[in-house]
């Protein structure tokens, strides 16, 4: 099976990292698993990220006051390592404190986990693991 390595061939492929998949998947699917402080810093960590790449000053320092994290310490204390071990940490704490409410939904093929809980496609191989639909013509013979 070395079909994923032919596919490769001219295409601009995203290396496939397990941590940032991970932090993706679990914050992006799991935000209910969040302690309140993480929610928002979540936000906070959204609302710095849009205001680094807005052009308008305006903007970003209306972003920052209406999500930032300066007027809760918490927040701020939270944040304080950088945006990236911010999540790292909650999906890692998430990870640990709700290991049986977490689904990691892993294609059966590669072991890669994919891009949501209910996806039956995986976008590293190409892998598809739908399940078989009853051959409608079969049972519709009218
Ligand atoms: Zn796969």
Redesign the pocket.
């Known amino acids: 099976m070395n079909r994923q390595w032919c596919s490769n061939r001219g295409m601009d492929t995203i290396e496939y990292d397990e941590e940032a998949e991970l932090d993706k998947y679990v914050l992006a699917y799991y935000p209910n698993l969040m302690t309140r402080l993480e929610a928002l810093g979540q936000k906070a960590a959204f609302a710095e990220q849009k205001a680094e790449n807005t052009t308008s000053k305006a903007m970003a320092d209306k972003l920052r006051e209406k999500w930032g994290s300066q007027n809760n310490p918490e927040v701020v204390a939270a944040l304080s390592k950088g945006v990236e071990i911010f999540r790292r940490t909650v999906r890692n704490r998430i990870l640990q404190d709700h290991a049986d409410d977490v689904f990691l939904n892993r ?1 059966p ?4 986990l ?1 891009r949501t809980p209910k996806a039956k496609l ?1 976008l ?4 598809s693991w739908h399940e078989k639909v009853p051959d409608k013509s079969e049972t519709n013979s009218q």
């Open positions: 294609c093929e590669c072991d890669k994919v995986c590293w191989c190409g892998h």
